[in-house]
């Protein structure tokens, strides 16, 4: 090791050789490298992080070089990943660097975040956002998380025990937004130095949480508005209800692309447990049985309420309240029923039905 090259934070109060060998034995996975990864990964290169993994699949485009520091007109056209990891390589040639140019899914992102210690949510869409949260829950993983929205961000660090409790994204945000509610960077806008911002929080925060040293955003959000320079540290716990997959299995059936765009279902059709809990998670949700008493199997793991689908028409007034509905039956037959009548009684509201029956949900 070079240490003349770490030598103006060596010297730093608490931090010193040990925190330096640390460095240079980590290992992150730093996924996107965009406006938040570029300078993610720049500050992770310059202070050592032995080996830094770059996941990206994107092409660079002029559009992006007004944020996305690492890149320049010469890197038009070609993969992030390659051209980040050339990038690096000239900042610092003593560490170790891996690009990862292919898309990231259900079946690769296990195996690849199982590699590294700590893991950097660099990503711009919820898909990918949820995605990765579960896989690092999974897995154990601490993922640092990191948003930026036109001129706010946010910042916070996921899967690290404090005070008995060990906090993920889904404990911030249990149900994903729908696709048209928040844009990503390239529909609404982003200023260029909120991205350096917040990603160099973010590297901050990988800093700390490799070296022990600092207060970290554990079960803290971070916010930032560039504008007026507002900023919050919001706390929050751990929800009572376990929200995402609970197992290997559960992951690598979940769709993250119907679970984030909800609305666009061509028929209200909910398909397994996960979709239902994120549907349950909203407020004046409701789950109806809309079987006769004595039918089989029970409901044992939801709150729900009973009415059957023969006394639906004197009964509708019970749903007055709520502004989300969803009914199950044993088939899937009588709920469908339920939904359209309920549909055409109540258009405003956001209805759902089991399609395949009680059974997918318990």
């Known amino acids: 090791m070079n240490t003349h090259r770490y030598n103006r934070q060596i010297i730093l109060p608490e931090f010193g050789e040990n925190s330096q060998q640390k ?12 406006g938040l990864g570029c300078p993610v990964l720049q500050f992770l290169a310059t202070v050592g992080v032995g080996h830094i993994g770059i996941a990206d699949d994107d092409k660079v485009d002029i559009s992006n070089l007004h944020r996305q520091i690492l890149y320049n007109e010469n890197s038009i056209g070609k993969i992030k990943a390659n051209e980040a990891k050339e990038k690096l390589h000239q900042i610092n040639s003593e560490i170790e660097i891996t690009a990862y140019s292919y898309k990231i899914t ?45 001129y706010e961000g946010q910042v916070s660090v996921f899967n690290i025990e404090k005070n008995g409790q060990i906090t993920n994204y889904r404990d911030l945000f249990p149900v994903a937004p729908k696709s048209f509610e928040v844009p990503n960077c390239n529909q609404s806008g982003v200023l260029g130095t909120l991205s350096g911002l917040i990603g160099t929080v973010q590297a901050n925060e990988v800093i700390k949480l490799i070296t022990g040293i600092g207060d970290l955003l554990v079960h803290k959000l971070y916010l ?69 008493e004595g039918e089989i199997p029970v409901i044992n793991k939801y709150e729900y309420i009973r009415i059957p689908l023969t006394e639906f028409s004197h009964r509708l007034e019970e749903l007055e309240n709520y502004t989300t509905i969803i009914f199950v039956c044993q088939s899937g037959v009588r709920s469908e029923q339920a939904f359209k009548l309920v549909q055409q009684e109540y258009p405003q509201k956001d209805i759902f039905h089991i399609y395949k029956g009680v059974k997918t949900i318990l």
């Open 106 to 150: 259900h079946d690769n992102i296990l195996p690849l975040i199982e590699q590294y210690d700590i893991i950097v949510d660099g990503t711009d869409n919820f898909q990918i956002r949820y995605l990765l949260n579960d896989a690092c829950k999974l897995l154990k993983k601490p993922l640092v998380h990191g948003a930026i929205y036109q």
């Open 224 to 292: 930032i508005n560039v504008l007026n320079y507002e900023t919050r540290i919001i706390k929050y716990n751990k929800l009572e209800i376990e929200m995402g997959p609970k197992n290997k299995e559960e992951f690598l059936t979940m769709n993250y692309d119907t679970f984030c765009n909800i609305s666009s279902f061509s028929k209200k059709e909910i398909a397994n447990k996960e979709e239902l809990r994120s549907l349950l998670a909203r407020e004046n949700s409701i789950l109806i049985d809309v079987r006769n």
């Open 23 to 34: 460095l240079i034995k980590s290992k992150v996975l730093v996924i996107g490298a965009g």
